[in-house]
Protein backbone atom coordinates (compact mmCIF):
# COMPACT_ATOMS: atom_id res chain seq x y z
CA UNK A 1 0.00 0.00 0.00
CA UNK A 2 2.77 2.58 0.08
CA UNK A 3 2.16 5.61 -1.78
CA UNK A 4 4.52 8.09 -3.46
CA UNK A 5 3.38 11.27 -5.14
CA UNK A 6 5.90 13.24 -6.49
CA UNK A 7 5.45 16.59 -7.82
CA UNK A 8 7.29 18.59 -10.57
CA UNK A 9 7.87 21.07 -13.16
CA UNK A 10 6.80 20.81 -16.41
CA UNK A 11 9.76 20.11 -18.42
CA UNK A 12 11.60 17.08 -17.64
CA UNK A 13 12.14 14.52 -19.93
CA UNK A 14 9.69 11.40 -20.50
CA UNK A 15 13.10 9.04 -19.76
CA UNK A 16 13.66 11.32 -16.76
CA UNK A 17 10.45 11.06 -15.43
CA UNK A 18 10.38 6.80 -15.87
CA UNK A 19 13.17 6.77 -14.06
CA UNK A 20 11.91 8.74 -10.88
CA UNK A 21 9.23 6.16 -10.66
CA UNK A 22 11.50 3.05 -11.61
CA UNK A 23 13.91 3.84 -8.98
CA UNK A 24 11.66 5.35 -6.43
CA UNK A 25 9.54 1.95 -6.73
CA UNK A 26 12.75 -0.27 -6.21
CA UNK A 27 13.80 1.79 -3.23
CA UNK A 28 10.22 1.15 -1.95
CA UNK A 29 10.15 -2.25 -2.44
CA UNK A 30 13.50 -3.21 -1.03
CA UNK A 31 13.48 -0.62 2.31
CA UNK A 32 10.06 -1.19 3.33
CA UNK A 33 10.44 -4.99 1.88
CA UNK A 34 6.85 -4.53 0.25
CA UNK A 35 6.10 -6.69 -3.03
CA UNK A 36 6.25 -3.95 -6.07
CA UNK A 37 2.47 -5.01 -6.94
CA UNK A 38 0.90 -3.40 -3.36
CA UNK A 39 3.07 0.02 -4.75
CA UNK A 40 1.85 2.89 -6.08
CA UNK A 41 3.74 5.83 -7.86
CA UNK A 42 2.75 8.86 -9.68
CA UNK A 43 3.94 11.97 -10.84
CA UNK A 44 2.06 15.14 -11.22
CA UNK A 45 3.77 18.03 -13.38
CA UNK A 46 2.70 21.68 -12.77
CA UNK A 47 2.32 24.40 -15.18
CA UNK A 48 4.99 26.99 -14.53
CA UNK A 49 2.19 29.66 -14.35
CA UNK A 50 0.85 27.52 -11.27
CA UNK A 51 3.91 27.06 -9.03
CA UNK A 52 5.84 29.72 -7.28
CA UNK A 53 9.31 30.00 -7.09
CA UNK A 54 11.73 32.58 -5.60
CA UNK A 55 8.40 34.39 -4.79
CA UNK A 56 7.29 34.37 -8.08
CA UNK A 57 5.36 32.17 -10.80
CA UNK A 58 8.20 30.07 -11.87
CA UNK A 59 7.65 31.09 -15.86
CA UNK A 60 9.28 34.21 -14.30
CA UNK A 61 11.68 33.21 -11.71
CA UNK A 62 13.00 30.61 -14.68
CA UNK A 63 14.14 33.36 -16.53
CA UNK A 64 16.84 34.20 -13.90
CA UNK A 65 18.24 30.36 -13.87
CA UNK A 66 17.36 26.66 -14.98
CA UNK A 67 14.55 24.43 -13.72
CA UNK A 68 17.72 22.17 -12.24
CA UNK A 69 18.39 25.51 -10.36
CA UNK A 70 15.52 26.51 -8.92
CA UNK A 71 13.01 23.61 -9.00
CA UNK A 72 11.89 22.64 -5.73
CA UNK A 73 10.59 19.12 -5.77
CA UNK A 74 7.65 18.13 -3.02
CA UNK A 75 7.38 14.67 -2.60
CA UNK A 76 4.34 13.25 -0.45
CA UNK A 77 4.10 9.82 0.79
CA UNK A 78 1.78 7.47 2.60
CA UNK A 79 3.41 4.61 4.81
CA UNK A 80 1.31 2.62 7.31
CA UNK A 81 1.80 3.56 11.03
CA UNK A 82 3.97 1.15 12.67
CA UNK A 83 6.77 0.54 10.96
CA UNK A 84 10.51 1.52 12.48
CA UNK A 85 11.59 5.10 12.27
CA UNK A 86 14.92 3.71 10.27
CA UNK A 87 12.40 2.44 7.72
CA UNK A 88 11.21 6.34 7.26
CA UNK A 89 14.40 8.02 7.43
CA UNK A 90 15.60 5.62 4.66
CA UNK A 91 12.82 6.47 2.67
CA UNK A 92 13.09 10.19 2.95
CA UNK A 93 17.34 9.39 1.71
CA UNK A 94 16.68 7.35 -1.47
CA UNK A 95 13.69 9.06 -2.77
CA UNK A 96 15.63 12.11 -2.62
CA UNK A 97 18.88 10.64 -4.49
CA UNK A 98 16.43 9.54 -6.98
CA UNK A 99 14.28 12.38 -7.59
CA UNK A 100 18.37 14.91 -7.73
CA UNK A 101 19.82 11.68 -10.23
CA UNK A 102 16.95 11.78 -12.44
CA UNK A 103 15.81 15.30 -13.20
CA UNK A 104 19.23 16.99 -12.08
CA UNK A 105 17.85 19.07 -9.07
CA UNK A 106 19.84 19.53 -5.99
CA UNK A 107 18.90 17.32 -3.43
CA UNK A 108 19.30 20.01 -1.06
CA UNK A 109 16.43 21.51 -2.52
CA UNK A 110 14.35 18.46 -2.59
CA UNK A 111 11.11 18.00 0.00
CA UNK A 112 9.99 14.95 1.24
CA UNK A 113 6.88 14.45 3.64
CA UNK A 114 5.71 10.98 4.85
CA UNK A 115 2.60 10.85 6.27
CA UNK A 116 1.89 8.23 8.45
CA UNK A 117 -1.48 6.28 7.39
CA UNK A 118 -3.65 4.66 10.62
CA UNK A 119 -4.02 1.32 9.30
CA UNK A 120 -7.79 1.66 10.21
CA UNK A 121 -8.87 4.83 8.66
CA UNK A 122 -7.09 3.55 5.53
CA UNK A 123 -9.67 1.58 3.30
CA UNK A 124 -8.35 -0.64 0.39
CA UNK A 125 -11.24 -2.11 -1.99
CA UNK A 126 -13.90 -1.66 1.19
CA UNK A 127 -11.60 -3.39 3.87
CA UNK A 128 -9.44 -1.63 6.54
CA UNK A 129 -5.95 -1.87 5.61
CA UNK A 130 -5.39 -3.03 9.35
CA UNK A 131 -7.69 -6.13 7.90
CA UNK A 132 -5.55 -6.62 5.38
CA UNK A 133 -2.49 -6.05 6.34
CA UNK A 134 -2.30 -9.10 8.91
CA UNK A 135 -3.53 -11.53 6.07
CA UNK A 136 -0.83 -10.32 3.84
CA UNK A 137 1.76 -10.97 6.91
CA UNK A 138 0.14 -14.11 8.06
CA UNK A 139 0.20 -15.15 4.32
CA UNK A 140 3.99 -14.28 3.23
CA UNK A 141 5.23 -15.54 6.80
CA UNK A 142 3.55 -19.14 5.43
CA UNK A 143 5.12 -18.99 2.21
CA UNK A 144 8.82 -18.58 3.70
Excluded at 10 to 16: E, F, I, N, T, V
Excluded at 45 to 59: K, T, Y
Excluded at 130 to 144: F, G, M, N, P, T
Amino acid sequence: MPIAHINLLKGHSRAALRRVIVDVSEAMSTILEAPKDRLFVWITEHDHHLWGLAGAPADEALAHGTLAQLEVPFVQMVLMDGRPKEQFQAMIAAVTESVAAATGCDASKIRVHIARGDPEGWGIGGVPASVLRAAEIADRARRQ
